[in-house]
């Protein structure tokens, strides 16, 4: 079974208005990653968060983390429309947190529209 | 740009055609992957390659074969592939294996009838 899921698995929105995906994951992680892909090309990692870190901002985005939960969330204020494009966590296991144990999920599909 | 360049972007293939895909970084660094994307799927660790050693998922058939000649340059060698080969297949980049931040590149739209 995969180790992040993130919800919804697509999301509609209008232009300024903010746009909210989560993270669900299973096992115990050291890091969390968030990357975003527009259609047809490589991923772009966007940010990391550490599991004894809560919150983190970057630019327009911020990143929870509730390793009680197992869960994260991406929020992304004041969307354009250049912001559409897949959105996907990925989980950096305990064991060793080296990029080789990433684990990504099946992404959420966010459309801003103009 | 992220410094990881994929050849060719788009490939189409025979079921009994031999063919390689090309990911060459020029960011320095000493670690390389290869993700395999399907429609609706997670990403996929197929390998990774770095400077010490070859670490694969032993869930990948041996249609795939990877070539790592230096730190720079990475091939994934490929034959006798079958239509649910058809993916995006991703090349990745990161300074040391223990790194966390993967640098992708575009990726190479493969088709196989």
């Known amino acids: 079974s995969q180790q992040g899921e993130e919800d919804p698995q697509a999301l509609s929105i209008q232009e300024g208005e903010n746009a909210t995906m989560n993270c669900s994951y299973k096992?115990?992680?050291?890091?969390l990653q968030w990357y975003r892909q527009n259609s047809g090309r490589g991923l772009v990692h966007l940010i990391l968060?550490?599991?004894?870190?809560r919150e983190k901002h970057s630019g327009r985005l911020r990143v929870t983390l509730d390793t009680s939960k197992k869960s994260s969330s991406l929020l992304i204020t004041a969307s354009r429309a250049a912001d559409t494009a897949s959105y996907f966590c990925?989980?950096?296991?305990?064991?060793?947190?080296?990029?080789?144990?990433?684990?990504f999920g099946s992404g959420t599909q966010l459309t801003v529209l103009p | 740009e992220t410094g990881v360049t994929q050849t060719p972007r788009h490939l189409v293939m025979g079921m009994t055609n031999k063919k390689s895909l090309k990911c060459e970084q020029h960011?320095?660094?000493?670690?390389m992957y290869w993700y395999k994307q399907s429609a609706k799927k997670p990403l996929e660790l197929m390998f990774v390659?770095?400077?010490?050693?070859?670490?694969e998922n032993n869930s990948v058939p041996s249609r795939f074969s990877p070539e790592c000649p230096n730190s720079s340059h990475l091939f994934l060698h490929l034959h006798t592939l079958q239509p649910e080969d058809s993916a995006l297949y991703l090349c990745?980049?990161?300074?040391?294996?223990?790194?966390?931040?993967?640098?992708f590149g575009s990726g190479t739209q493969l088709s196989v009838l």
């Open positions: 960011l320095g660094h000493n670690a």
């Open positions: 390659y770095s400077l010490e050693e070859r670490v």
């Open positions: 990925a989980t950096g296991t305990l064991s060793s947190g080296s990029a080789r144990q990433l684990t």
């Open positions: 096992t115990s992680i050291n890091n």
């Open positions: 968060i550490r599991s004894n870190e």
């Open positions: 990745a980049s990161s300074p040391r294996p223990g790194d966390e931040k993967l640098f």
